[in-house]
T-cell receptor, first 112, second 118 residues
Framework: DAKTTQPNSMESNEEEPVHLPCNHS???????IHWYRQLPSQGPEYVIH???SNVNNRMASLAIAEDRKSSTLILHRATLRDAAVYYC?????????????FGKGTHLIIQP | EPEVTQTPSHQVTQMGQEVILRCVPI?????FYWYRQILGQKVEFLVS????????KSEIFDDQFSVERPDGSNFTLKIRSTKLEDSAMYFC????????????????FGPGTRLTVT
């Protein structure tokens, strides 16, 4: 899987939007951008994924740059429960069942 | 909503002993995985399993480790002779992926088993 770069940590206030960036300048045309998160003392949890277009689901939105070299996970209204480590992972279409390669992710701190 | 379950939640064992960690993946999923996370470190992929055989394994997954799907629901990870450095959280995951699909489906993780080797 191609490499991603994320800030080590970010802090936000409860009920405010959060924008979590991810750089993936070496992304290939067949790489999907996946986001997972890990709440304290829990297993990783799938959040969202996309290929080229922006995506929305009940948990978050994913904004993908036109050149696909970066993306942003958007939590529209953060709650204390969103405090977690967020991982941006590139997954090749052909390796769809491969194991995930986790980086250090971004530790999101939510202040009440 | 279906979920991956793991037992036990915490296992304490002595160095050199064998341990078996158990997982029940989501029922219609076809690919199964084990990951581990040493305290304070990254989640690391160990092995993937499909159609009753190992599909992929990492360098961590050496001869001390084995996986098995003993029946239609359970998926197990066995560590033959535990070492102190095997102490970690072990996560099981599963995904649906049709036999002819190349789409990278999301993986669903269990809550983990904390293994402590003393």
């Amino acid at each position: 899987d191609a490499k991603t770069t994320q800030p080590n940590s970010m802090e936000s206030n409860e009920e405010e939007p959060v924008h979590l960036p991810c750089n993936h300048s070496t992304i290939s045309g067949t790489d999907y951008i996946h986001w997972y998160r890990q709440l304290p003392s829990q297993g990783p949890e799938y959040v969202i994924h996309g290929l080229t277009s922006n995506v929305n689901n009940r948990m978050a939105s994913l904004a993908i740059a036109e050149d696909r070299k970066s993306s942003t996970l958007i939590l529209h209204r953060a709650t204390l429960r969103d405090a977690a480590v967020y991982y941006c992972i590139l997954r090749d279409t052909g390796g769809g069942a491969d194991g995930l390669t986790f980086g250090k992710g971004t530790h999101l701190i939510i202040q009440p | 909503e279906p979920e991956v379950t793991q037992t036990p939640s915490h296992q304490v064992t002595q160095m050199g002993q064998e341990v078996i960690l158990r997982c029940v993946p989501i029922s219609n999923h076809l690919y199964f995985y084990w990951y581990r996370q040493i305290l304070g470190q990254k989640v690391e992929f160990l092995v993937s399993f499909y159609n009753n055989e190992i599909s992929e394994k990492s360098e961590i997954f050496d001869d001390q480790f084995s996986v098995e799907r003993p029946d239609g629901s359970n998926f197990t990870l066995k560590i033959r002779s535990t070492k102190l450095e095997d102490s970690a959280m072990y996560f099981c995951a599963s995904t649906y992926r049709g036999a002819n699909s190349i789409y990278p489906y999301e993986q669903y993780f269990g809550p983990g088993t904390r293994l402590t080797v003393t």
